[in-house]
């Protein structure tokens, strides 16, 4: 999953919300179920994967499903209000900037649209995830988990040792989610006899392989004792960046173990290669899947008021060149 960041104007933005609180849009008609699902980049392959999956849903319970990409603040505020207009009854949302909550909670109470947290929880003002918000997610830290046990199984098959080598960590600070799975990482290594002290962020400004690239190149520069290296992120497209830096500087696939999330295109791309890349493995989540769960959960929401559970977590699979034909279908 790939987000793009917000910058400043929120305050003036949630002036605008609060005024338009008041003036609610009607909604669909008696039997008609419509439900909007906002997401922060439709070129992204796990958000692709994750309409495609609500469509699925759509299509089998026959209710509308309106799309729509939202990348700042500006493009939420609009997409709600043109949500409510078209009469959703409830919206999926997955958000840009966490700290958009309590605007982005208060303003659906007040049309009266059922509210579902996407991938990322809402956090209020003093930085507090908003678990009264129902949510819909992976389960970050345990996945996290999946990622540090792959790296140390593999580099002890390899032999590496301890001393040689260093942990890059691609990391986005504003994104629970993020470091919750940065954070299990490094605490399984840890536990493995890994040392923190030669664990090293590498903060990207970017959700994608080029910023991920720059960052990488970066830490690579204030550390030419690392032999060997592992590379944790979020998401695929980060640890491939990091991987291209690193081979960029001469490093061997033998010295590199970078361990993706979520096993998408970019995940298969690295796999299918005659030569193996630095991009040893990915936990696979289906985002086709959780888009389908999340959809029918809202659509039987609205319908049958059956309430999901405040905190769902999608589970993950560890995938490598050896598997992924099958578990990647």
Same mark, same amino acid.
């Given at each position: 999953?790939?987000? $793009?960041?917000?910058?400043?104007? &929120?305050?003036?933005?949630?002036?605008?919300?609060?005024?338009?609180?008041?003036?609610?849009?009607?909604?669909?008609?008696?039997?008609?179920?419509?439900?909007?699902?906002?997401?922060?980049?439709?070129?992204?392959?796990?958000?692709?994967?994750?309409?495609?999956?609500?469509?699925?849903?759509?299509?089998?319970?026959?209710?509308?499903?309106?799309?729509?990409?939202?990348?700042?603040?500006?493009?939420?505020?609009?997409?709600?209000?043109?949500?409510?207009?078209?009469?959703?009854?409830?919206?999926?949302?997955?958000?840009?900037?966490?700290? &958009?909550?309590?605007?982005?909670?208060?303003?659906?109470?007040?049309?009266?649209?059922? &509210?579902?947290?996407?991938?990322?929880?809402?956090?209020?003002?003093?930085?507090?995830?908003?678990?009264?918000?129902?949510?819909?997610?992976?389960?970050?830290?345990?996945?996290?988990?999946?990622?540090?046990?792959?790296?140390?199984?593999?580099?002890?098959?390899?032999?590496?040792?301890?001393?040689?080598?260093?942990?890059?960590?691609?990391?986005?600070?504003?994104?629970?989610?993020?470091?919750? $799975?940065?954070?299990?990482?490094?605490?399984?290594?840890?536990?493995?006899?890994?040392?923190?002290?030669? %664990?090293?962020?590498?903060?990207?400004?970017?959700?994608?392989?080029?910023?991920?690239?720059?960052?990488?190149?970066?830490?690579?520069?204030?550390?030419?004792?690392?032999?060997?290296?592992?590379?944790?992120?979020?998401?695929?497209?980060?640890?491939?960046?990091?991987?291209?830096?690193?081979?960029?500087?001469?490093?061997?696939?033998?010295?590199?173990?970078?361990?993706?999330?979520?096993?998408?295109?970019?995940?298969?791309?690295?796999?299918?290669?005659?030569?193996?890349?630095?991009?040893?493995?990915?936990?696979?989540?289906?985002?086709?899947?959780?888009?389908?769960?999340?959809?029918?959960? %809202?659509?039987?929401?609205?319908?049958?008021?059956?309430?999901?559970?405040?905190?769902?977590?999608?589970?993950?699979?560890?995938?490598?060149?050896?598997?992924? $034909?099958?578990?990647?279908?």
């Amino acid at each position: 999953m790939r987000m $793009r960041m917000v910058g400043g104007g &929120l305050r003036a933005i949630f002036a605008v919300w609060a005024a338009a609180a008041f003036l609610a849009p009607g909604f669909a008609g008696a039997g008609e179920i419509k439900i909007g699902y906002i997401i922060p980049d439709a070129t992204d392959n796990w958000w692709q994967r994750e309409w495609d999956g609500a469509q699925e849903a759509a299509d089998k319970f026959g209710f509308a499903l309106i799309k729509t990409e939202a990348t700042d603040a500006d493009r939420i505020l609009a997409a709600l209000d043109n949500h409510a207009a078209q009469g959703v009854q409830g919206i999926l949302f997955a958000t840009p900037e966490t700290k &958009l909550g309590p605007a982005v909670k208060n303003r659906c109470a007040a049309l009266g649209v059922k &509210l579902y947290s996407i991938a990322n929880q809402f956090e209020d003002a003093e930085g507090k995830v908003m678990t009264e918000v129902h949510y819909s997610g992976v389960a970050a830290y345990d996945i996290g988990v999946q990622v540090g046990e792959a790296m140390f199984a593999e580099a002890t098959r390899r032999g590496w040792k301890w001393e040689d080598t260093a942990l890059m960590a691609m990391t986005i600070e504003e994104l629970a989610t993020a470091m919750e $799975r940065i954070g299990g990482c490094r605490d399984t290594l840890v536990k493995r006899g890994f040392p923190r002290a030669s %664990m090293y962020d590498a903060p990207i400004r970017s959700w994608d392989s080029i910023g991920s690239f720059n960052a990488a190149d970066v830490t690579i520069t204030q550390h030419p004792e690392a032999k060997n290296w592992f590379v944790t992120a979020s998401n695929d497209p980060i640890v491939v960046g990091a991987v291209r830096a690193l081979e960029g500087r001469g490093y061997k696939t033998e010295n590199i173990i970078g361990v993706g999330i979520n096993g998408g295109q970019e995940a298969r791309i690295e796999f299918e290669k005659t030569t193996p890349s630095g991009f040893f493995a990915s936990v696979f989540m289906s985002g086709h899947q959780h888009g389908y769960r999340a959809a029918e959960s %809202m659509y039987r929401w609205i319908r049958d008021g059956e309430e999901p559970p405040l905190d769902y977590r999608l589970p993950g699979t560890l995938v490598d060149r050896s598997n992924f $034909r099958e578990i990647m279908k």
